[in-house]
């Protein structure tokens, strides 16, 4: 590294001398905003510009920051030319901070000082070639069209007349033409001449950056990549562009054109960030994240998503990244098709389209990189393998999660598949997966079989154990199957209401014996209360008695899951046996829609893990570990003395009925409390205890 140096600078120093500034065409578009950057960048200025004018002997100064600059190969006719490396965004505002204080400074009086800020902007016609732009500081990327026209506009700039008014470096020229206005007062006063001259100071020398600068042999990507490590906010795809255009350049290929033509990732839906489990990335980086998996089986964490990639590159020496391009474009544009597809209301779904839509309703992103390995351009798999092989993983997945079962491990076995089945015919594959996924017998990966399912489900309070985006995506499905039936296009994905046919509040006019309401209210949130509708009733219908609410209800028989519903209240009141019947009728569909191979029974090696994951107090009741009526007391020190009851449905605290041991402490500790250990019975054993003993008698769950 002997030929880096490095220098404090003032913008005078660094922008006095005819040259060119460079920012690549790969470089990452202009990204600084009013509040987070411009006004405490302009309020910093105006600062040591108030300061200059009551003490014009002080000596202040603002740093801004650092930045990296390489120095083009130079030719004899031309001027020096500095590739910007990292440190962009800051001398792009600068830059467009001082073109607007010149242009505002642009009048008889404090010409002089516009003059002084626009040579630190623009090199003089001397220099450059007719008709070539005189701009110091030269956009390669999406950005050039809008830096050129913004920072050569005549004063004063008309901003309404400016072709891409909502470009971002339009905006922040606008708004520091706005706040130094502003700031400068009533034109032709002492006071606007003084601030003047203030503010052309301070920006031609009481500002300092610190540069690195880097001679033309010396590794870019090197620094690059060293800063963005200690904390420079750019995104994999950011690190990956940049490696990938250093590395077409040294390929002797088209970068520009190459970046133009197949560079896929700039647009709005590949800028807009997602959710990746607690925290947000860009959906760009996300993809190729997700296209490392599905290229090499491997799991990869987000953080490593650009040395990943750099890696595969780099160890294979016969890999050109020109070439390698449009496999990535050619995938990245079948993703975008997808998510835009899967996002539409309208219209029947593909197996591909559907696992997309599936996913966004659980906000997951696990089986992407299954997709996108399916669908890799370069192994042309036939349309039925494909969907043969989506359904198998949705099958898994969704069986998984109907049981509330962990994630935390499948990404690693979908990697695993991926990296086994590389080569795998495809009149082989969708066997072989399945068979794979058979095989898993461990809690954390396991494929669950019917007769879990059936009994999980039989009795789960599904409209509160579910995410409502999940639930309704779960009704959708059978819907879907009721509809496949007789050919008809699946039910549009708008976000149609769930209502319960069992009101949530019906004890003013569906009563039932006192002895009765425990069963009635266990009922209320199953699976076989719940249908869709195309609109909402209104809340004196839907809490209304039944004779009201069925005929309400068939307006809405465009509704196979509502039209099937009235078919089972022909002659009958709507009741926990029917609930119950029609639990069990839907369950059979979800089995259906998500099937296991023939035989499948979903067994586990470590039955004690899995105990731990689905066991609900209901179940110790059940069992007879515990009764109804029984006293729970808190076992932790701050909470001596208080006390529960286990009821029927739950525990019983002051009136409000919880269906888990967590939320019952919960109640009292206002934190996430395991209640599990919060909670012993009367002979001091934990309910801890109680499960483990349960667990133990129960092997085969």
Same mark, same amino acid.
């Given at each position: 590294?002997?030929?880096?140096?490095?220098?404090?600078?003032?913008?005078?120093?660094?922008?006095?001398?005819?040259?060119?500034?460079?920012?690549?065409?790969?470089?990452?578009?202009?990204?600084?905003?009013?509040?987070?950057?411009?006004?405490?960048?302009?309020?910093?200025?105006?600062?040591?510009?108030?300061?200059?004018?009551?003490?014009?002997?002080?000596?202040?100064?603002?740093?801004?920051?650092?930045?990296?600059?390489?120095?083009?190969?130079?030719?004899?006719?031309?001027?020096?030319?500095?590739?910007?490396?990292?440190?962009?965004?800051?001398?792009?505002?600068?830059?467009?901070?001082?073109? !607007?204080?010149?242009?505002? /400074?642009?009048?008889?009086? &404090? *010409?002089?000082? +516009?003059? %002084?800020? $626009?040579? @630190?902007?623009?090199?003089?016609?001397?220099?450059?070639?007719?008709?070539?732009?005189?701009?110091?500081?030269?956009?390669?990327?999406?950005?050039?069209?809008?830096?050129?026209?913004?920072?050569?506009?005549?004063?004063?700039?008309?901003?309404?007349?400016?072709?891409?008014?909502?470009?971002?470096?339009?905006?922040?020229?606008?708004?520091?033409?706005? !706040?130094?206005?502003?700031? /400068?007062?009533?034109?032709? &006063? *002492?006071?606007? +001449?003084? %601030?003047? $001259?203030? @503010?052309?100071?301070?920006?031609?020398?009481?500002?300092?950056?610190?540069?690195?600068?880097?001679?033309?042999?010396?590794?870019?990507?090197?620094?690059?990549?060293?800063?963005?490590?200690?904390?420079?906010?750019?995104?994999?795809?950011?690190?990956?562009?940049?490696?990938?255009?250093?590395?077409?350049?040294?390929?002797?290929?088209?970068?520009?054109?190459?970046?133009?033509?197949?560079?896929?990732?700039?647009?709005?839906?590949?800028?807009?960030?997602?959710?990746?489990?607690?925290?947000?990335?860009?959906?760009?980086?996300?993809?190729?994240?997700?296209?490392?998996?599905?290229?090499?089986?491997?799991?990869?964490?987000?953080?490593?998503?650009?040395?990943?990639?750099?890696?595969?590159?780099?160890?294979?020496?016969?890999?050109?990244?020109?070439?390698?391009?449009?496999?990535?474009?050619?995938?990245?544009?079948?993703?975008?098709?997808?998510?835009?597809?899967?996002?539409?209301?309208?219209?029947?779904?593909?197996?591909?389209?559907?696992?997309?839509?599936?996913?966004?309703?659980?906000?997951?992103?696990?089986?992407?990189?299954?997709?996108?390995?399916?669908?890799?351009?370069?192994?042309?798999?036939?349309?039925?393998?494909?969907?043969?092989?989506?359904?198998?993983?949705?099958?898994?997945?969704?069986?998984?999660?109907?049981?509330?079962?962990?994630?935390?491990?499948?990404?690693?076995?979908?990697?695993?598949?991926?990296?086994?089945?590389?080569?795998?015919?495809?009149?082989?594959?969708?066997?072989?997966?399945?068979?794979?996924?058979?095989?898993?017998?461990?809690?954390?990966?396991?494929?669950?079989?019917?007769?879990?399912?059936?009994?999980?489900?039989?009795?789960?309070?599904?409209?509160?154990?579910?995410?409502?985006?999940?639930?309704?995506?779960?009704?959708?499905?059978?819907?879907?199957?009721?509809?496949?039936?007789?050919?008809?296009?699946?039910?549009?994905?708008?976000?149609?209401?769930?209502?319960?046919?069992?009101?949530?509040?019906?004890?003013?006019?569906?009563?039932?014996?006192?002895?009765?309401?425990?069963?009635?209210?266990?009922?209320?949130?199953?699976?076989?209360?719940?249908?869709?509708?195309?609109?909402?009733?209104?809340?004196?219908?839907?809490?209304?008695?039944?004779?009201?609410?069925?005929?309400?209800?068939?307006?809405?028989?465009?509704?196979?899951?509502?039209?099937?519903?009235?078919?089972?209240?022909?002659?009958?009141?709507?009741?926990?046996?029917?609930?119950?019947?029609?639990?069990?009728?839907?369950?059979?569909?979800?089995?259906?829609?998500?099937?296991?191979?023939?035989?499948?029974?979903?067994?586990?090696?470590?039955?004690?893990?899995?105990?731990?994951?689905?066991?609900?107090?209901?179940?110790?009741?059940?069992?007879?570990?515990?009764?109804?009526?029984?006293?729970?007391?808190?076992?932790?020190?701050?909470?001596?003395?208080?006390?529960?009851?286990?009821?029927?449905?739950?525990?019983?605290?002051?009136?409000?009925?919880?269906?888990?041991?967590?939320?019952?402490?919960?109640?009292?500790?206002?934190?996430?409390?395991?209640?599990?250990?919060?909670?012993?019975?009367?002979?001091?054993?934990?309910?801890?205890?109680?499960?483990?003993?349960?667990?133990?008698?129960?092997?085969?769950?």
């Amino acid at each position: 590294m002997s030929d880096v140096e490095t220098h404090k600078r003032t913008p005078q120093q660094l922008f006095n001398q005819p040259q060119h500034f460079v920012i690549p065409l790969f470089q990452r578009a202009y990204v600084w905003k009013e509040d987070e950057q411009w006004e405490p960048l302009w309020k910093d200025v105006r600062r040591v510009a108030e300061l200059r004018i009551s003490d014009p002997s002080r000596d202040v100064a603002h740093f801004l920051g650092a930045v990296v600059l390489q120095a083009d190969e130079a030719r004899i006719d031309t001027m020096p030319t500095w590739n910007v490396i990292d440190g962009q965004q800051r001398l792009t505002t600068l830059q467009i901070m001082m073109d !607007a204080a010149s242009a505002v /400074l642009m009048r008889p009086g &404090t *010409d002089r000082y +516009a003059r %002084r800020l $626009e040579s @630190l902007t623009h090199n003089s016609a001397d220099y450059v070639p007719e008709g070539a732009s005189r701009l110091k500081l030269r956009h390669l990327n999406a950005d050039r069209a809008a830096f050129d026209e913004v920072m050569d506009a005549e004063p004063p700039v008309d901003y309404t007349a400016v072709t891409d008014a909502d470009s971002q470096i339009v905006k922040a020229h606008r708004y520091f033409s706005s !706040a130094i206005t502003v700031w /400068l007062g009533e034109a032709d &006063t *002492d006071e606007f +001449a003084d %601030r003047a $001259e203030a @503010l052309a100071t301070v920006l031609q020398s009481q500002l300092q950056l610190v540069t690195i600068e880097l001679t033309a042999a010396e590794n870019s990507q090197e620094i690059f990549e060293t800063l963005n490590a200690r904390g420079t906010p750019l995104t994999a795809a950011d690190l990956v562009r940049n490696f990938v255009f250093q590395r077409i350049e040294a390929e002797g290929g088209d970068a520009k054109r190459t970046y133009d033509d197949v560079w896929p990732f700039e647009t709005k839906f590949w800028a807009k960030e997602v959710s990746v489990g607690r925290h947000f990335v860009s959906r760009s980086s996300l993809f190729l994240n997700q296209w490392l998996t599905a290229r090499l089986g491997e799991e990869i964490s987000p953080q490593s998503t650009f040395t990943r990639f750099k890696a595969y590159v780099e160890h294979d020496p016969t890999m050109r990244v020109v070439d390698l391009l449009p496999v990535i474009k050619k995938q990245a544009d079948l993703y975008e098709q997808w998510t835009t597809r899967a996002s539409t209301p309208e219209g029947s779904l593909d197996p591909t389209t559907m696992a997309v839509y599936r996913m966004a309703a659980n906000s997951s992103e696990i089986l992407k990189p299954v997709l996108i390995w399916l669908h890799d351009p370069t192994q042309n798999r036939p349309s039925h393998v494909i969907d043969g092989v989506i359904s198998v993983f949705e099958s898994w997945i969704q069986r998984r999660q109907l049981l509330r079962l962990t994630s935390s491990d499948l990404g690693r076995v979908i990697a695993d598949v991926i990296n086994i089945h590389m080569t795998t015919p495809p009149d082989e594959l969708v066997q072989r997966v399945t068979s794979h996924l058979a095989r898993l017998k461990v809690t954390s990966t396991y494929w669950p079989g019917d007769d879990e399912i059936r009994g999980s489900l039989a009795t789960e309070l599904a409209y509160r154990r579910f995410p409502r985006a999940r639930l309704r995506a779960i009704l959708e499905a059978i819907e879907n199957d009721y509809r496949a039936e007789t050919n008809q296009p699946q039910i549009e994905r708008n976000g149609l209401p769930i209502e319960h046919i069992l009101p949530q509040k019906w004890r003013d006019t569906w009563p039932v014996p006192e002895d009765d309401e425990p069963a009635r209210q266990e009922h209320v949130h199953r699976l076989g209360n719940l249908t869709l509708l195309t609109t909402s009733l209104n809340s004196k219908v839907s809490n209304g008695p039944w004779s009201t609410k069925r005929d309400a209800l068939l307006k809405h028989n465009t509704i196979k899951l509502t039209g099937r519903l009235i078919e089972l209240t022909q002659d009958n009141e709507w009741s926990e046996e029917l609930i119950d019947q029609r639990t069990d009728e839907m369950i059979s569909t979800i089995l259906r829609v998500w099937p296991v191979p023939d035989g499948h029974k979903g067994h586990v090696a470590d039955p004690q893990t899995k105990a731990q994951d689905w066991v609900q107090v209901k179940h110790l009741v059940e069992a007879g570990l515990i009764a109804e009526g029984d006293v729970l007391r808190a076992t932790h020190r701050d909470h001596v003395g208080v006390t529960a009851t286990i009821v029927r449905g739950g525990i019983d605290v002051g009136g409000k009925i919880y269906t888990s041991p967590s939320g019952a402490s919960r109640h009292f500790r206002n934190t996430a409390t395991n209640g599990w250990y919060f909670w012993a019975i009367d002979d001091g054993r934990r309910l801890a205890d109680v499960r483990s003993e349960f667990s133990e008698a129960s092997p085969g769950r």
